[in-house]
């Protein structure tokens, strides 16, 4: 497997692009010129394949510039992977809890998996002088007598790769056979060791030429591994097979047993001169870059540590239609599928342009990509990419673009996928700086690559603007042919969207209230629960606030019923991270919720200054009761305390909290363990 150069990651290293093709070495008295050098850019349009030659030429002109381009950055970052969040479904079809997912069928990782029977979680990473170490932990659950028990646990090397972030159950007839843990690349910010930048220093400019040479790559290990866990005998899992992928994992998916993972590979060679301050140096580099095969300049996987090999042909690369030899692209998109049941690798393609979201249905996946670096931001445009994922295999089926950007709020929560429309809201933003949201519906074209826009909102018959003057989007969600939208600056409007004709899209309602909504979950079809903050009128937030809202009138949606926790510092990873709540179906009249908060609150102390303090951190119950009798109301029932300030100052923990519900039982994992608990009783 590949060893990557991390650098500077922004987005002028991934757009470089130039027309150096000369496949010989310029002469010792030649002085390379890259003026001619532009970087690429997001274009609307489908792709194409491109030729071996093709892509050679994009990734070397890409190396060409990343040199000059690297004279404006220092510090070495990874890209961020990008999680998505649209349409969820309660658990229905069993009497426990499973992950929150956006979209029913298609599953997402998270650090605990249950299946009814057993709970998986990967603890938090432990970090000695020696290395840090991780462990798988199994626990047994007894519904009925409300109980969990340790059955094994086991030591995760992390010699080599980071994190276990992410965990997926594989299941032959309804039954766990296999668990896949997957890791990627340690998360971190460092400088490489100083050295010198020409072999002959001069004396007087030692130390500056030292300075700046501080800042060069780093070689890292940089990559995706993929292990399978055989836990059938749950007291001795067993690692059966793994796959490594070069690259940087950007997001997965699971329907079925097959994995979608999204990743990002960025070619480098290890000799190039990053800082070439002479003619000899920047020859040299040329040399390199024209004697390198393309082969050495793409992405590998390997199985079980075995030979590695291509993730993807030479000639198996996606590129913009009008992509030209002047232009060049660094990052390489994989999308690669995986049949954990057969352990093998089903099929990877490869895009040479930008991604900013990944959204999935149970037959396509999008990958979306926003541009706004003509410096115009009322030009900027968004491009989507469809891939179909029939027979558990992946591949390239349309594009499409929109005006506008996909927003800096989880950009993948604005796109949905129903009866075979793409629904996606974006925005814009005037020359005086103000957002102007947008929803647009695409459709495939039959028989080409292409898909269109056949509706806006909003439009000359609908002008009505989604958002008052300076609104952000805070929150989205599609729920089958409506959508809800939270905009916010000081009061939070709830914007119901009637898309039950896709061609005349338009808003029926709308709700002002104090706060704003970051997550939005519908119960059933008359009902949405929302997480969030409340504010006061300057719109700072002042407490969490969870809401229950009646929305069988789309032309006037109520808020019946509100709890507002702690006081501004009182948080709750839900907020930002859905799978962190929990929801079940308890019966056709209720259900239930958990999510974990770490509770503050202001004491006054006796010079009388406003002081917060720390309660506890604990998984809060609640319940949906009364729904049907068109009566409902969001009632709090108890919490479980893992921490509190009767033991400790600050909390410890921080980190990936979950509670699972099962029957009348509920299982809060917390850290590396299991606290079991009978469902509370309303009083």
């Given at each position: 497997?590949?060893?990557?150069?991390c650098?500077?990651?922004?987005?002028?290293?991934?757009?470089?692009?130039?027309?150096?093709?000369?496949?010989?070495?310029?002469?010792?008295?030649?002085?390379?010129?890259?003026s001619?050098?532009?970087?690429?850019?997001?274009?609307?349009?489908?792709?194409?394949?491109?030729?071996?030659?093709?892509?050679?030429?994009?990734?070397?002109?890409?190396?060409?510039?990343?040199?000059?381009?690297?004279?404006?950055y220092?510090?070495?970052?990874?890209?961020?992977?990008?999680?998505?969040?649209?349409?969820?479904?309660?658990?229905?079809s069993?009497?426990?809890?499973?992950t929150?997912?956006?979209?029913?069928?298609?599953?997402?990782?998270?650090?605990?998996?249950?299946?009814?029977?057993?709970?998986?979680?990967?603890?938090p990473?432990?970090?000695?002088?020696?290395?840090?170490?991780?462990?798988?932990?199994?626990?047994?659950?007894?519904?009925?007598?409300?109980?969990?028990?340790?059955?094994?646990?086991?030591?995760?090397?992390?010699?080599?790769?980071?994190?276990?972030?992410e965990l997926?159950?594989?299941?032959?007839?309804?039954?766990?056979?296999?668990?896949?843990?997957?890791?990627?690349?340690?998360n971190?910010?460092?400088?490489?060791?100083?050295?010198?930048?020409?072999?002959?220093?001069?004396?007087?400019?030692?130390?500056?030429?030292?300075?700046?040479?501080?800042?060069?790559?780093?070689?890292?290990?940089?990559?995706?591994?993929?292990?399978?866990?055989?836990?059938?005998?749950?007291?001795?899992?067993?690692?059966?097979?793994?796959?490594?992928?070069?690259?940087?994992?950007?997001?997965?998916?699971?329907?079925?047993?097959?994995?979608?993972?999204?990743?990002?590979?960025?070619?480098?060679?290890?000799?190039?001169?990053?800082?070439?301050?002479?003619?000899?140096?920047?020859?040299?580099?040329?040399?390199?870059?024209?004697?390198?095969?393309i082969?050495?300049?793409?992405?590998?996987?390997?199985?079980?540590?075995?030979?590695?090999?291509?993730?993807?042909?030479?000639?198996?690369?996606?590129?913009?239609?009008?992509?030209?030899?002047?232009?060049g692209?660094?990052?390489?998109?994989?999308?690669?599928?995986?049949?954990?049941?057969?352990q093998?690798?089903?099929?990877?393609?490869?895009?040479?342009?930008?991604?900013?979201?990944?959204?999935?249905?149970?037959?396509?996946?999008?990958?979306?990509?926003?541009?706004?670096?003509?410096?115009?931001?009322?030009?900027?445009?968004?491009?989507?990419?469809?891939?179909?994922?029939?027979?558990?295999?992946?591949?390239?089926?349309?594009s499409?673009?929109?005006?506008?950007?996909?927003?800096?709020?989880?950009?993948?929560?604005?796109?949905?996928?129903?009866?075979?429309?793409?629904?996606?809201?974006?925005?814009?933003?005037?020359?005086?700086g103000?957002?102007?949201?947008?929803?647009?519906?695409?459709?495939?074209?039959?028989?080409?690559?292409?898909?269109?826009?056949?509706?806006?909102?909003?439009?000359?018959?609908?002008?009505e603007?989604?958002?008052?003057?300076?609104?952000?989007?805070?929150?989205?969600?599609?729920?089958?042919d409506?959508?809800?939208?939270?905009?916010?600056?000081?009061?939070?409007?709830?914007?119901?969207?009637?898309?039950?004709?896709?061609?005349?899209?338009?808003?029926?309602?709308?709700?002002?209230?104090?706060?704003?909504?970051?997550?939005?979950?519908?119960?059933?079809?008359?009902?949405?629960?929302?997480?969030?903050?409340?504010?006061?009128?300057?719109?700072?937030?002042?407490?969490?606030?969870?809401?229950?809202?009646?929305?069988?009138?789309?032309?006037?949606?109520?808020?019946?019923?509100?709890?507002?926790?702690?006081?501004?510092s009182?948080?709750?990873?839900?907020?930002?991270?859905?799978?962190?709540?929990?929801f079940?179906?308890?019966s056709?009249?209720?259900?239930?919720?958990?999510?974990?908060?770490?509770?503050?609150?202001?004491?006054?102390?006796?010079?009388?200054?406003?002081?917060?303090?720390?309660?506890?951190?604990?998984l809060?119950?609640?319940?949906?009761?009364?729904?049907?009798?068109?009566?409902?109301?969001?009632?709090?029932?108890?919490?479980?305390?893992?921490?509190?300030n009767?033991?400790?100052?600050?909390?410890?923990?921080?980190?990936?909290?979950?509670?699972?519900?099962?029957?009348?039982?509920?299982?809060?994992?917390?850290?590396?363990?299991?606290?079991?608990?009978?469902?509370?009783?309303?009083?």
């Open positions: 497997m590949k060893h990557l150069y650098i500077a990651l922004s987005l002028p290293l991934f757009a470089c692009g130039g027309s150096h093709t000369n496949s010989n070495p310029p002469t010792t008295s030649e002085r390379i010129d890259y001619n050098l532009s970087s690429a850019t997001l274009e609307p349009g489908s792709l194409r394949q491109a030729s071996t030659q093709e892509l050679s030429t994009l990734i070397k002109n890409g190396l060409r510039l990343s040199i000059n381009e690297y004279r404006n220092s510090m070495l970052i990874r890209e961020t992977a990008i999680t998505s969040a649209q349409d969820s479904s309660i658990n229905t069993d009497n426990f809890s499973t929150n997912v956006q979209v029913a069928g298609v599953d997402e990782a998270d650090s605990v998996k249950y299946d009814g029977k057993y709970i998986y979680l990967v603890t990473t432990q970090y000695s002088e020696e290395h840090p170490s991780q462990t798988l932990k199994i626990f047994a659950t007894d519904a009925t007598q409300v109980a969990a028990n340790e059955l094994s646990e086991t030591i995760l090397s992390n010699d080599h790769w980071g994190d276990v972030s997926y159950l594989v299941t032959e007839n309804e039954t766990t056979t296999s668990l896949a843990a997957i890791r990627r690349s340690w971190f910010i460092t400088f490489s060791e100083p050295r010198l930048l020409t072999t002959e220093a001069v004396a007087s400019d030692m130390s500056s030429r030292i300075a700046i040479d501080s800042f060069a790559p780093y070689q890292m290990h940089n990559g995706i591994n993929i292990s399978l866990y055989d836990v059938r005998t749950p007291s001795n899992p067993a690692k059966t097979w793994s796959i490594a992928i070069d690259g940087d994992l950007l997001s997965t998916r699971k329907i079925g047993n097959t994995l979608y993972v999204v990743s990002s590979f960025v070619p480098s060679i290890n000799e190039l001169n990053y800082l070439p301050d002479t003619d000899q140096l920047q020859q040299a580099n040329e040399k390199l870059i024209v004697q390198t095969p082969e050495k300049l793409l992405p590998e996987y390997a199985i079980n540590e075995g030979t590695p090999q291509l993730l993807t042909s030479t000639n198996g690369c996606l590129v913009p239609q009008n992509t030209r030899s002047t232009q692209h660094l990052n390489l998109i994989n999308i690669t599928a995986i049949d954990l049941h057969a093998t690798l089903v099929k990877s393609v490869c895009i040479n342009t930008s991604v900013e979201g990944t959204y999935a249905s149970l037959n396509n996946l999008y990958l979306g990509g926003s541009n706004d670096s003509n410096g115009s931001s009322d030009q900027s445009f968004s491009v989507i990419h469809k891939f179909s994922l029939e027979e558990n295999s992946v591949n390239y089926s349309a499409g673009s929109v005006p506008g950007t996909l927003g800096w709020n989880a950009p993948s929560f604005r796109m949905d996928e129903y009866q075979d429309y793409l629904r996606l809201i974006t925005t814009q933003y005037n020359a005086l103000l957002p102007q949201h947008q929803l647009s519906i695409l459709k495939k074209i039959e028989g080409r690559s292409e898909m269109e826009i056949v509706a806006q909102l909003p439009n000359a018959q609908q002008p603007p989604i958002g008052k003057p300076r609104e952000d989007i805070y929150a989205v969600r599609f729920h089958t409506k959508a809800y939208i939270v905009t916010f600056e000081r009061k939070d409007p709830l914007y119901v969207l009637d898309l039950s004709n896709p061609l005349m899209l338009k808003i029926s309602g709308q709700l002002q209230i104090p706060g704003y909504s970051t997550y939005l979950h519908p119960i059933g079809d008359k009902y949405l629960f929302s997480l969030g903050n409340e504010t006061d009128e300057n719109g700072r937030p002042i407490s969490l606030k969870l809401a229950l809202f009646d929305i069988q009138d789309m032309t006037n949606p109520i808020e019946i019923d509100k709890h507002l926790l702690g006081n501004s009182t948080w709750s990873e839900a907020l930002y991270d859905h799978r962190a709540l929990s079940l179906n308890a056709n009249d209720q259900v239930r919720i958990t999510l974990p908060i770490n509770l503050w609150e202001d004491v006054i102390d006796k010079g009388d200054a406003i002081n917060q303090q720390w309660l506890n951190t604990s809060y119950q609640f319940e949906i009761n009364g729904l049907n009798s068109n009566k409902p109301s969001l009632d709090q029932l108890a919490h479980l305390i893992s921490e509190s009767d033991q400790q100052e600050y909390p410890n923990w921080n980190g990936n909290d979950r509670g699972i519900l099962h029957g009348n039982s509920v299982f809060y994992v917390h850290g590396d363990k299991v606290i079991a608990s009978p469902w509370p009783i309303k009083k």
